[in-house]
C-alpha cells in the first residue's frame, strides 16, 4: 500500500521494535504494522511523524480488514459490537496526516484497518486524555529542533489477558516516542493500562469507579514486559539518569509529570 515506517526519517537509523513472537509486517502510508496473526493485533507499530508539515484533515475513512492478511487473523468488528468496548487506534489518526492534502487524506485514512485497532475501555477519563496527547506533548518538546518523531505503539500481550470473543483483551497498552536532540537521539516511554475497567467474566462490563491509569516508565522494562528488541530506543531514554539508582515507572497525572 505504501512504503510503510522510514528509520532513516530522524537522520539517525532507528529500525522497528522486533517482537519476541512471530509476526507479519504491513506497511501503510508512513507507517507499519507487525501483526501477531496468533493473537490478533499488533504487537509493533511505527510511525513517522513531521510536525512542521502536518495537516488538520476531516475524519474520513471506516474501519475495514486488511485484505493482505486472513480475516481470521484480525480483530474485527464482531469484537466490539454491542459492548463497551472503543476500537482504539494505535497509530493516532492524524499522525501520519501531513505533506500534501492528498497524501495527508491517504495516510489518515489508512489508520482505520483493523489491524491497526485494539480495544480499549469506552468513555474518557483524564488519565486516557493524557495518553491521547503523549505525542503532541512530545511533538511540542521537540519544535526547537526539527518536529519529526518517530512513535511506536501497541498493548502488551500478555499471557493472562482475559478470553472475549475468541481473542484475549489487551489490559495494557506501552508507547515510546523518539525525537532527535543536538544531533542525539532521545526517547521516552508510557504505559496504559486499562486492568480497572475490563472484566470479561460476565459478557463485558465496563466498572462504573475504574480508571485508565498512565504511567511514564523505563524504556528497558516496558521492551522486558512486552517481549520486544528496542534497539538504541533503552539507551536513549530520558527518564533514566545515568548514575542515579534504576528508576521505577511513575503514575502520571498531568502532562507536566513527564521526564524529556
Not at 507499519?32 to 513531521?50: H, K, N, P, Q
Not at 475495514?64 to 492478511?69: A, F, K, S
Request: no cysteine.
Amino acid at each position: 500500500m505504501s512504503d510503510g515506517y522510514d528509520p532513516d526519517f530522524l537522520g539517525i537509523p532507528l529500525p522497528l521494535p522486533v517482537p519476541v513472537a512471530p509476526t507479519t509486517r504491513l506497511d501503510y502510508p508512513r507507517f507499519s504494522v507487525l501483526l501477531d496473526e496468533a493473537r490478533r493485533f499488533a504487537a509493533v507499530t511505527g510511525v513517522v511523524i513531521d510536525g512542521a508539515s502536518l495537516r488538520e484533515q476531516p475524519r474520513t475513512g471506516e474501519w475495514r480488514l486488511d485484505p493482505r492478511v486472513a480475516a481470521d487473523a484480525q480483530a474485527g468488528p464482531e469484537i466490539y459490537s454491542r459492548n463497551d468496548l472503543d476500537r482504539g487506534h494505535l497509530v493516532r489518526r492524524r499522525d501520519p496526516g501531513w505533506g500534501s492534502a492528498d497524501e495527508a487524506r491517504d495516510a489518515t485514512e489508512a489508520t482505520f484497518f483493523y489491524t491497526n485497532a485494539a480495544p480499549q475501555a469506552a468513555g474518557f477519563n483524564q488519565s486516557k486524555e493524557l495518553w491521547l496527547g503523549l505525542e503532541d506533548h512530545v511533538l511540542s518538546y521537540a519544535e526547537t529542533t526539527d518536529q519529526r518523531l518517530a512513535v511506536f505503539t501497541a498493548p502488551v500481550l500478555g499471557e493472562t489477558d482475559p478470553p472475549y470473543r475468541g481473542i484475549r483483551v489487551p489490559l495494557r497498552f506501552w508507547k515510546i516516542a523518539a525525537w532527535r536532540n543536538r544531533g542525539s537521539l532521545a526517547a521516552a516511554g508510557f504505559v496504559l493500562d486499562q486492568t480497572e475497567l475490563v472484566d470479561t467474566r460476565r459478557g463485558l462490563t465496563v466498572p462504573p469507579l475504574g480508571a485508565f491509569r498512565t504511567f511514564q516508565a523505563p524504556i528497558a522494562d516496558i521492551a522486558a514486559e512486552a517481549r520486544i528488541d528496542v534497539g538504541p530506543l533503552a539507551g536513549a531514554d530520558t527518564f533514566v539518569r545515568r548514575g542515579l539508582r534504576p528508576v521505577a515507572a511513575r503514575e502520571l497525572r498531568s502532562l507536566d509529570d513527564i521526564v524529556l
